[in-house]
């Protein structure tokens, strides 16, 4: 028997499925049950790991900065125009 019991993590944490091989229930209870605990501690720690193609915190971090110096230069620019729309029109 490959793997008596599977489990699955849910995107909120929480356990979501598990599965039973019928074969398993053969097994005393106590050795099932500690198959049941294997799997779902399994699926908790591939939840908790990153996904293999997220980037990295700093490579986040770096984007974040960009993206503020963008939004710095848009709102400068807005308010530039604001201003000088203003002033054409108290003129």
Do not use: C, W
């Not at 501690?41 to 971090?61: C, I, T």
């Not at 939004?71 to 125009?81: C, L, M, T």
């Amino acid at each position: 028997m490959d793997e008596p019991v599977t489990a699955e993590v849910g995107e909120d944490g929480l356990l979501a499925a598990v599965r039973i091989d019928p074969r398993a229930m053969r097994l005393y209870s106590a050795e099932l049950a500690g198959h049941v605990v294997e799997a779902v501690r399994a699926a908790q720690r591939e939840h908790e790991q990153p996904p293999r193609d997220s980037p990295g915190l700093d490579v986040v971090l770096q984007r974040l900065d960009e993206l503020e110096a963008q939004a710095d230069k848009d709102f400068d620019y807005v308010n530039s125009r604001l201003d000088d729309s203003l002033r054409r029109y108290t003129e």
